[in-house]
Structures are given as structure tokens and as C-alpha cells.
């Protein structure tokens, strides 16, 4: 029964974090959006979910920044008295070929997706385990397990979060939390709308016959939230491209 829990939804003003934290409403989950860029977005996500009757606020954070994830999480936990689950969302892309990469956009793509995931993960436990339970839910991505020419330092970053992903689940699992990883493919957000590649081109190379919506993304989000006996595994949502 999650109803009446707290969830933290990093990444959570636009594509698949926002509506992770619609279904999560949905589900009578009081949710805190954290956004990087675009408040306006983010508070109107939050109104979204405040029509599901559950309490919804928006907080500005780069989730790379270790200090700035302990304080949002202290921030979350005073304002709505405890954190229950955490959806480790937030993700950037800075592709280029590994013979043409910058070291900054090796970095940057490695801070938010890999040690954000880190930082967060570090700022609530220690909440879980005072409330002997939690929930985690990481975004990995295909590119992560399969790799993907271009992309060598975000797939870096998504293989490191199924890395994460066991090694907290093995960790914590006697304390009654759970870590989980999904593993999205082709999903229509803002990420994927400026891509070289031709969409109907996308569509004819995955198994189901189109690219995934968030909300495809958001469901096994919220079945991995809901499952007890789930720990330490990885869910792609790919329409089969990754088979
Ligand atoms: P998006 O670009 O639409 O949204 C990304 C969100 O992350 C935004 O809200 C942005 O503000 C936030 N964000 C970025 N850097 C941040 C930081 N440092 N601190 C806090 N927030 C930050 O992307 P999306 O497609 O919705 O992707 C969501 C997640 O799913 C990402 O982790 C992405 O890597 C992963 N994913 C997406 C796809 C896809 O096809 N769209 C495929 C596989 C995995």
C-alpha cells in the first residue's frame, strides 16, 4: 500500500519523471518534483498532481551537487515529515564520438547521471532505515546495457546505475528497502526530439513498432514501487529493442 507515502522524483518537470510523478498522485503518493531548470513546469506538474488530492512541491536542485542533495532531502523530509520513496530520474545526454569527446562532457553526463544517483541514494537512506523500509527506483537505459556508438559516456553512466542498483539492493535488502532499475529505449520526450536519426527509421528497427511514451516508462516505475519482493533488478521498457 503506497498511498499516503512520500516520494522524492528527481528530474520531475518534464518527460518521464513528470509523469512518473502523475502516476505516482495517481496512486495517492504525496510527491516532491525536483527540477533543474524550469520552475513553471515544475509547479505546474506539482498542480497536476495536487488534483490526485495528494500534497505536491517543487524544489530546485542539481542532484550533482552532493551538499545540495543532502539538503533537499532534509528539506522534503521537514516539509512533509518523512521520504518513503525515491525515483532517481534525472539524466543528461552530451553525445559524441569517443574519438571526438570532451572531457567536460565525459564529466558532466558521469556527475548527474552516475554520482546524482549516488548523492541521492546517500541523502535518504539513512531515512529508509530509520522507517525500516524505502523504495528505489533508478533510470538506467538500454544504452547501458547494450551500448550505443556515440553515446559512450552516457552509457557509462547507465551501466554504472545497474552497478548501483544490485550493490544497494544486496546492501539495504535486510533492512527492508528495495533498489530497482528501469531501462527505457526510444522514449518521445525532450531528449529525444533532436535525434540525427530519422523517427520513422526508430520505429521499423523496435520489435512493438514505435518509440515508448513516458507514461509507458512511468507504469513499470510504479509497478517496481509497489512490488515487495523485487530487489535488484532491471526492467526495460524498449517495445523489445534491446532483446
Ligand atoms: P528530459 O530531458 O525530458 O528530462 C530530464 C529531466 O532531468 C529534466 O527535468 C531535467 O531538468 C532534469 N535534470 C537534468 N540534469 C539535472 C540535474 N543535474 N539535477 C536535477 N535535475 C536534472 O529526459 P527524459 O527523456 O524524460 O529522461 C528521463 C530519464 O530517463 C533520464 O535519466 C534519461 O537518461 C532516461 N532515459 C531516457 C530515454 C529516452 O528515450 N527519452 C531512454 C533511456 C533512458
Not at 525500516?132 to 537505459?141: A, L, R, T, Y
Not at 548501483?164 to 535486510?174: G, N, R, W, Y
Not at 512511468?218 to 533488478?233: M, S
Amino acid at each position: 500500500m503506497i498511498k499516503g507515502q512520500t516520494a522524492i522524483v528527481t528530474g520531475g518537470s518534464r518527460g518521464i519523471g513528470a509523469a512518473v510523478a502523475k502516476r505516482l498522485a495517481q496512486e495517492g503518493v504525496n510527491v516532491a518534483v525536483v527540477f533543474a531548470g524550469n520552475a513553471d513546469l515544475a509547479e505546474s506538474v506539482c498542480e497536476e498532481c495536487r488534483a490526485f488530492g495528494v500534497k505536491a512541491e517543487k524544489y530546485n536542485c542539481d542532484v550533482s551537487d552532493f551538499n545540495a542533495a543532502k539538503e533537499l532531502t532534509a528539506k522534503v523530509k521537514e516539509d512533509f515529515g518523512t521520504v518513503n520513496i525515491l525515483i532517481n530520474n534525472a539524466g543528461i545526454t552530451r553525445d559524441g564520438l569517443i574519438a571526438m569527446m570532451k572531457e567536460k562532457d565525459f564529466d558532466d553526463v558521469i556527475a548527474t547521471n552516475l554520482k546524482g544517483v549516488f548523492n541521492m541514494i546517500r541523502s535518504c537512506c539513512s531515512i529508509f532505515i530509520r522507517n525500516k523500509g524505502g523504495k528505489i527506483v533508478n533510470m538506467s537505459s538500454v544504452s547501458g546495457l547494450m551500448g550505443n556508438a556515440g553515446q559512450v559516456n552516457y552509457s557509462a553512466s547507465k551501466a554504472g546505475v545497474v552497478g548501483i542498483t544490485k550493490s544497494v539492493a544486496k546492501e539495504l535488502a535486510p533492512r527492508g528497502i528495495t533498489c530497482n532499475a528501469v531501462a527505457p529505449g526510444f522514449i518521445n520526450t525532450d531528449m529525444t526530439k533532436n535525434l540525427s536519426v530519422d523517427p520513422e527509421e526508430i520505429a521499423r528497427a523496435i520489435p512493438l513498432g514505435r518509440m515508448g511514451t513516458p507514461e509507458d516508462v512511468a507504469d513499470a516505475v510504479v509497478f517496481l514501487v509497489k512490488a515487495d519482493y523485487i530487489t535488484g533488478e532491471v526492467i526495460r521498457v524498449d517495445g523489445g529493442i534491446a532483446m
